[in-house]
């Protein structure tokens, strides 16, 4: 990623990046700029011509002969000016976590089908659609291989994780549930009790909760507005998190809150000193932690005799509310930041009340 700063005594901008060039990873500087936004235009002036051309190691020999590892930072460079921040966090985090373990001192030239496979079985205590994601990282990494020095891309030769039959259920609480969780709750916990109660009345990700700041809520017209969301990785065992844009452009958008949301916001930031406003809405100086709201979830979960459901399951059951309620599917989609009508309809088109038969029967009374 670039980073800005302003230095001297005419306080002119400047912008460092790495980039490769003949055949290295090196630092690159642009400066001497009046203003932030002059920087960063020349910034993207410069990546936009760079990256017209390849500029990798040049033999591909060369590259046969180097590590995985130091092959796939290069790669690193090349990706990070072409996805979003969030997507490059998971890559890297993805790298880090499942790749370099098993691949790191690897020759290109010594990765077989043989190897691939035996990385594979490594994966298998994880979810199919999670091996999947993982295998998804080293297959683009090999189509870059193949695509700039016609290298064998030797995962594409091997066969895919296998999909299971068994499709997991969505699970939903209805608002007697909610409730049932929510009043076991105890007021010194009041954080958590507010966090479940805003995913469960907007249907917001988790990442974009953990995002919040005051200055995303709007009290007076009663809104929230839904701009980044919140990342997680783990490197060397520290976990560390970054604010990028949200997953898809329709993921910008204004929620409305009711008011029993409102009224409980309001007694949350009266536990609150002004002074952390400006931070992490949830969580004040760091965000929430994953693995803390999870223990939360599943203690209140069973203290509270409600059937278990996880974290994602409060956006389905925010969901489920709203139909339940007559809510159209616009309204629906609109809210929950889905791009189209449609990705909402695949996914709860079985929670609609009118079956066919009883559309049917509307249009014959009509």
Known sequence: MASYDCRGKKKLWSVRFEIIEDGKVIMKRLSGYERKKDA????????????????????????????????????????KEKVKDSSFYDLENIYNLHIKPFFEN?????????????????????????????????????????????IDNVIARVEPFT????????????????????????????????????????????????????????????TVNISKTLTTRISNKLEKYSITAPKTHSSYRKILLPQKLIDELEIYLNTIPESKYSKFFFGLDKPLDDHTIYRRLEKYTELC??????????????ASLLIQKG????????????????????????????????????????
């Not at 936009?48 to 046969?64: F, V």
């Not at 091996?131 to 990282?137: D, F, L, N, P, Y």
């Open 327 to 366: 809510a159209n599917v616009v309204l629906v989609a609109k809210r929950l930041g889905h791009t189209n009508t449609q990705q909402t309809l695949n996914t709860y088109a079985h929670l609609f009340p009118n079956s066919e038969s009883e559309l049917i029967d509307i249009i014959n009374a009509s």
């Open 106 to 150: 690897k020759r290109i030239k010594d990765i077989n089908k043989t190897s691939i496979l035996e990385w594979q079985q490594t994966l298998s205590k994880y979810s199919y659609k999670y091996k999947t994601k993982i295998r998804g990282v080293l297959y683009s990494f090999y189509k870059y291989l193949y695509y700039y020095y016609d």
């Open 305 to 318: 005799g409600n059937k278990k459901i996880r974290i994602h399951d409060f956006r389905h059951s925010h």
């Open 40 to 79: 960063e235009q020349a910034y993207r002036a410069f990546m936009e011509e760079y990256s017209k051309t390849p500029h990798q190691l040049s033999s591909p020999n060369n590259i046969l002969n180097k590590s995985l590892d130091e092959v796939f930072n290069e790669y690193k460079i090349y990706k």
């Open 163 to 222: 999909k299971p039959n068994i499709k997991k259920e969505m699970q939903v609480w209805s608002l007697e549930e909610f409730n049932n969780f929510i009043d076991i709750i105890p007021n010194e916990d009041i954080t958590f009790k507010t966090f479940f109660t805003f995913l469960y009345y907007t249907g917001c990700r988790l990442g974009e909760a953990l995002a919040l700041s005051y200055n995303d809520f709007n009290f007076n017209l009663k």
